[in-house]
């Protein structure tokens, strides 16, 4: 099978390239960016003459499509809303099979901060998520929306335990990628930056929906701080978490649950700092006068503050999820847990958010490639990797040294 990585010169990207590479039954993996230098660094790196570097605009429609057709499965490991929903819209068009990792679900988009997100003329946002599935339904397009760490991993892994329950009643994802602890306290916010900081902080501001009482309501980001104890893999660690809008999907595909909210994880202290931030302003988006000048609160803080969140040298990073689901099995009320941490592979400079993101993708593209997955359309992480595939979805993380531990209890 031929795939190819949009995003291939970031970090996620290349990590889904090392990943596909020492697979016999891929053949080619084409890498999608804008700089030609940094492409061919992340194929010197992986070490693979299968990978071929591409450059593209991908404002360029002709060539983006004619590119698209000459291969199976496309990896979306695109930074920003804007840029994956135009590649989005294309793959269908070119119907090229896609896996996308960022944290919107395309088939009901967030009315928050669109980034530029640019619709069809004469239709509106709530109406283009069910038009993008519609077409790749037609086009015979597999789209697995929202595959990776958290949405990804925290949703196929819930979506299991909750066809395990005769009735399935709460359901909170606690999922997080903080510095090791060694490297937490030489950075502001206890924090390091191992995704695209400008996206994180987005998380932190906007309103989101989770379900409380069987309904849909509408919160504010960085709310409901919850404090929990991680003792498993032979850790014991204090740690926090706030609700962020990691999951959506599964405001839509598990309509069922009485209360369901995702949390982002970090250390303590965190959260605290990013109240204050928002309190203050740092935050906002619109432009504030400042000594006859307009500045952007937010662009003016990632400036200053991005340079000191990069991780120094020997500094690496951990990945965390402690999910719950609780319901009713037999009659008996019932608890579920799982657990994972997972650290950096400093052996071939993996970070751990390289590996618990970049790896689903890659073997989701495989399992699409395979014909595995055989649902059209927009499909969302939970209802794509269901029943045999699952466990051979969490084989093939053990295969890769990322262990999920499931513990089930009477509650």
């Known amino acids: 099978m031929r795939i190819l ?55 360029d ?9 000459q291969y199976d499965v496309g990896v979306l490991t695109l930074p920003n809303r804007q840029t994956s929903y135009k590649t989005v819209h294309l793959a269908i068009e070119a119907g090229l099979n896609i896996v996308d990792t960022i944290e919107e679900f395309h088939r009901t988009p967030d009315a ?36 990776g760490f958290a949405p990804g991993l925290s949703n196929i892994t ?44 987005r998380e932190y501001v906007i309103r989101l929906n989770v379900i ?9 980001a960085a709310t409901d701080l919850e404090k929990f104890r991680f003792k498993q893999f032979g850790k014991d660690e204090n740690l926090e978490c706030a609700v962020t809008p990691g999951m959506p999907s599964f405001l839509f595909t598990r309509t069922q649950l009485k209360e369901f909210a995702e949390k982002t994880v970090r250390w303590p202290g965190h959260w605290q700092g990013v109240q204050t931030l928002k309190e203050c302003g740092m935050l906002d988006i619109d432009p504030v006068d400042f000594k006859d000048h307009k500045i952007v609160p937010r662009e003016f803080l990632l400036s200053m503050i991005s340079p000191k969140l990069l991780p120094n040298p020997g500094e690496t990073d951990v990945c965390v999820m402690y999910n719950t689901l609780e319901g009713k099995k037999d009659g008996k ?18 970070s751990s958010m390289m590996r618990v993101t970049g790896f689903p993708m890659a073997i989701t593209a495989r399992l699409i490639g395979r014909g595995e997955i055989k649902e059209k359309g927009i499909i969302a992480p939970e209802d794509a990797v269901t029943g045999d595939l699952y466990k051979i979805f969490i084989d093939e993380l053990k295969k890769r040294s990322i262990d999920i531990l499931e513990v089930a209890t009477d509650a």
């Open 112 to 147: 928050y901060e669109t980034e530029g997100l640019e619709i069809p003329e004469g239709m509106k946002l709530s109406e283009y998520g069910e038009w993008l599935h519609k077409k790749a339904s037609e086009n015979g397009v597999t789209f697995v929306d929202g595959m």
């Open 61 to 69: 429609k002709q060539a983006a499509i004619g590119l698209m057709k």
């Open 212 to 220: 409380k009482d069987g309904k849909i309501v509408e919160v504010d």
């Open 333 to 350: 009320n019932v608890k579920i847990e799982y657990f994972m941490w997972d650290e950096a592979d400093t052996a071939n400079d993996i």
């Open 5 to 59: 990585v949009f995003g291939g010169s970031g970090k996620i990207g290349s990590a889904v390239a090392w990943d596909l590479a020492g697979d016999k039954d891929v053949e080619a993996i084409g890498l999608v960016g804008r700089h030609k230098e940094t492409l061919d660094r992340v194929k010197q790196w992986v070490g693979s003459d299968k990978l071929i570097p591409h450059i593209l605009d991908i404002n």
């Open 158 to 201: 819930l979506g299991d335990g909750i066809r395990k329950m005769d009735v399935a009643e709460r359901a909170v994802a606690r999922v997080g990628g903080i510095p090791s602890k060694e490297a937490a306290w030489k950075h502001p916010l206890r924090y390091m930056i191992t995704w695209a900081f400008e996206h994180v902080l």
